[in-house]
């Protein structure tokens, strides 16, 4: 007896997530943004790749493995923002506390406390034992992006806020409340996400550990593959709501000034 009331416990727990998966995809999709307007990342080849930038207010997931470049990449929409477009950027870093990040991104050239302190950029850190504190103070995100015109936002990365959740279920839910409340900041939104596994070119779509791809409006994913002693970068642009985009897997680099990709050259499966 006791069994099956746990077990029909089990189902009707199992209803109530996939009623909010579907309340939760209903206003995601609701709030998707207008196609149109492009928002240049300043990324060496990327708008071209991109068909002309991201599109204006849309959500990209930008995926690959530890390493892989999403931090600098995401770091480099928002100083370009400033820097080229005239755009203020808001960077949310999510585990990874502001000295070390500032330390790390001196090598790639860029002074982020300089930024900062010139009102070039404006920079978050959710230290390990505060992540919880980005739900709760979404009122405060939201007011500082609306009083000091937040053009372009990165939050970096997704994974430790959805561990906020116990149960793997709850997390995939929680990830797609995320991209709703994300799209009612109005912004241009990077969000970094750790992948799922080992990701080769042959296996098919890669996807990341709670498939926020699944709601965004764009995904791009970035590879470091290891072929014979080395490892090469690529950039592929796997999904981008309204945009003619690249289907190619691009050459890319990292060093002083960020990330480059090469969309004309091709990416040699022999040489990766
Ligand atoms: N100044 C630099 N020159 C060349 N490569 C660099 C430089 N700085 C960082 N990198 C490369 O970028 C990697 C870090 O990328 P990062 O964006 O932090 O990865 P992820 O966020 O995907 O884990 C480093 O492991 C290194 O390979
Ligand atoms: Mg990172």
Redesign the pocket.
């Known amino acids: 007896m006791a069994e099956k009331k746990s077990e029909i416990d089990f189902l009707s727990e199992l209803e109530k997530i996939k009623e909010k998966r579907k309340a939760a995809l209903r206003t995601s999709e609701a709030a998707a943004p207008k196609r149109g307007e492009r928002v240049k990342s300043g990324i060496d080849g990327l708008d071209e790749a991109l068909g002309g930038g991201f599109v204006k207010n849309s959500v990209i997931v930008i995926a ?10 995401s770091m480099q929409f928002i100083i370009n923002g400033m820097l080229k477009y005239d755009e203020l950027g808001l960077f949310i870093s999510i585990d990874e506390e502001k000295r070390p990040m500032c330390e ?1 991104m001196r ?2 050239g860029w002074d982020l406390e300089k930024l900062e302190k010139e009102k070039k950029m404006v920079f978050i850190d959710y230290p390990h034992h505060e992540v919880e504190q980005f739900y709760t103070q979404e009122n405060t995100i939201l007011n500082l992006i609306k009083s000091m015109g937040v053009k372009r936002v990165v939050v ?1 990365s997704a994974v430790p806020l959805a561990l906020v959740y116990e149960k793997e279920d709850e997390r995939r839910v929680g990830m797609i409340d995320l991209v709703s409340k994300i799209r009612r900041w109005n912004c241009t939104t990077l969000i ?1 996400c750790e992948d799922k596994g080992k990701a080769e070119i042959s296996q098919g779509m890669p996807s990341t550990k709670y498939e926020i791809e699944s709601v965004a409006d764009g995904y791009i994913y ?1 590879y470091n593959l290891y072929r014979e002693g080395e490892r090469k970068r690529a950039l592929e642009i796997l999904k981008m709501r309204g945009s003619a985009h690249s289907n190619k897997l691009i050459p890319m680099e ?3 000034g960020g990330m480059r990709i090469f969309p004309k050259k091709r990416f040699d499966y022999r040489d990766a």
């Open positions: 690959g493995p530890n390493g892989s470049g999403k931090t600098v990449s790390n090598s790639l970096d970094t970035l990292i060093g002083e």
